[in-house]
C-alpha cells in the first residue's frame, strides 16, 4: 500500500543535504503550513543546474527519473517515481493564467525554511504559492487560494 | 439503498480531465472571487485551528497528510472491490 514504506523525512533530509536548490510547492506545502487537504504526490520547483543533485540524493529511494537532465530542461518539467510520484518543475519562469511571470529566482531569494525535525524544507512565501496557484489554474488551485487567505487570517490572530 | 456501481472508466477519464482544466483568466478569478458566506468562512477557520492545534509541526502534519491519503485510497479500492 502506497504510503507506508517511504520513509518521508529521510526523503526531505537527503534532498536538504544534497544542496539542491528545491522549493515544495503544491498541496504538500498548504500542508505544512497547516491546511489539512489531500494530496497524492509531491511537487518541486527545482533549479535547473540542480536536477543532477536531486536525482542523486532520491535514488536511495528508488525514484527513478522519466527524463534524462538534458530533456527535462528542455521540457521543463520531469517526474521522479517508483510507488511515489515527485513532480519536478524545472523551468526558470512561469506565467500565471493573468499573464504573471514567476521567476523561480525571485522565489527562492523569498523562500521559508521550515524545520520538520532532521531535515529543513524550503517553501515559497504564501504569497508567492498563491501566485504558483494561478500558473495551473484548475478550480481546486482556485480553492487553494481561498484556503491560503483563511490561513493568513489564522496567522495573524 | 446504494447499488455502489461505478463509473466507466471513460467516465472517470472525463471526469478526470474536466476538473484538471486550466481555466481562463476570468473563470479562474471568478472561483477565487466567489462569495464566502461567514458560515464558511467560520468553518474553514475552525479546521485550520484545529489542524494546527492537534498537529502542531510541520512533521506531524506531514505525517498526517500520509495517513490521510492511505485512508482514502484504502476506503477507495475498498468501494472499488464490492
Given amino acids: 500500500m502506497r504510503g507506508s514504506a517511504f520513509d518521508e523525512i529521510s526523503f526531505f533530509s537527503a534532498i536538504a543535504a544534497s544542496g539542491?536548490?528545491?522549493?515544495?510547492?503544491?498541496?504538500?506545502?498548504?500542508?505544512?503550513?497547516?491546511?489539512?487537504?489531500?494530496t497524492a504526490d509531491y511537487?518541486?520547483?527545482?533549479?535547473?543546474?540542480?536536477?543532477?543533485?536531486?536525482?542523486?540524493?532520491?535514488?536511495?529511494?528508488?525514484?527513478?527519473?522519466?527524463?534524462?537532465?538534458?530533456?527535462?530542461?528542455?521540457?521543463?518539467?520531469?517526474?521522479?517515481?517508483?510507488?511515489?510520484?515527485?513532480?519536478?518543475?524545472?523551468?526558470g519562469a512561469r506565467t500565471t493564467v493573468d499573464g504573471v511571470e514567476v521567476r523561480f529566482d525571485d522565489l527562492w531569494s523569498r523562500?521559508?525554511?521550515?524545520?520538520?525535525?532532521?531535515?529543513?524544507v524550503f517553501i515559497p512565501a504564501i504569497d508567492d504559492l498563491i501566485l504558483t496557484k494561478r500558473i495551473a489554474a484548475r478550480p481546486k488551485d482556485a480553492e487553494d487560494i481561498r484556503l491560503l487567505e483563511r490561513l493568513k487570517e489564522v496567522r495573524d490572530e | 439503498m446504494s447499488d455502489h456501481r461505478l463509473p466507466s472508466s471513460s467516465a472517470v477519464q472525463a471526469t478526470t480531465l474536466f476538473s484538471n482544466r486550466r481555466l481562463t483568466s476570468e473563470e479562474f478569478q471568478a472561483y477565487v472571487d466567489a462569495p464566502v458566506s461567514e458560515a464558511e468562512r467560520e468553518e474553514a477557520l475552525r479546521l485550520i485551528r484545529w489542524f494546527k492545534k492537534r498537529y502542531p509541526t510541520p512533521a506531524e502534519r506531514l505525517a498526517y497528510a500520509r495517513r490521510s491519503y492511505t485512508r482514502w485510497r484504502t476506503a477507495d479500492l475498498s468501494v472499488r472491490r464490492r
Fill in chain 1, 20 to 38: 539542491a536548490r528545491a522549493l515544495l510547492i503544491g498541496r504538500r506545502a498548504l500542508v505544512v503550513l497547516g491546511l489539512p487537504v489531500l
Fill in chain 1, 43 to 91: 511537487d518541486f520547483w527545482l533549479h535547473s543546474e540542480d536536477i543532477e543533485k536531486l536525482n542523486e540524493a532520491t535514488r536511495p529511494f528508488d525514484l527513478e527519473p522519466n527524463r534524462d537532465a538534458d530533456d527535462a530542461r528542455r521540457v521543463g518539467r520531469y517526474v521522479l517515481e517508483n510507488d511515489e510520484h515527485i513532480d519536478v518543475l524545472v523551468s
Fill in chain 1, 111 to 120: 523562500r521559508t525554511s521550515v524545520d520538520i525535525g532532521a531535515a529543513e
